[in-house]
């Protein structure tokens, strides 16, 4: 079983920086590229940023330039690092990962239980 747990979360002002991180747990074996998403009230989830096992990145165009997305690989982390913050940056931030465990050859992706931004004066 596999488990990925989010922390950071919570209210900041307009301009302020906050930094969220992920852990995965478990049988793991390989994590492949990891993620994260973000979920505003009565809107989709929606793709904030990604970064493969080698290192690379990629940022939703309403990010970019102010989150960065970073991981650990002996660790199993995964951070996002979020400044300027604005208020329409206000939801649900998921982890997400494509891990394969110790169990077959194949990988599976699995999500984190959220944690919420708000970003308020």
């Known amino acids: 079983q596999v488990q990925l747990v989010e922390s950071g979360g919570g209210l900041v002002q307009p301009g302020g920086s906050l930094r969220l991180s992920c852990a995965a747990s478990?049988?793991?074996?390989?994590?492949?590229?990891m993620a994260w998403y973000r979920q505003a009230p009565g809107k989709q989830r929606e793709l904030v940023a990604t970064i493969t096992s080698g290192g690379s990145t990629n940022y939703a165009d309403s990010v970019k330039g102010r989150f960065t997305i970073s991981r650990d690989n002996t660790k199993y982390t995964v951070d996002l690092q979020m400044n300027s913050l604005k208020p329409e940056d206000t939801a649900v931030y998921y982890c997400?990962?494509?891990?394969?465990?110790?169990?077959?050859?194949?990988?599976?992706?699995?999500w984190g239980q959220g944690t919420q931004v708000t970003v308020s004066s």
């Open positions: 478990g049988s793991i074996f390989r994590i492949y590229t």
């Open positions: 997400n990962a494509d891990i394969a465990t110790m169990s077959g050859p194949y990988f599976y992706n699995y």
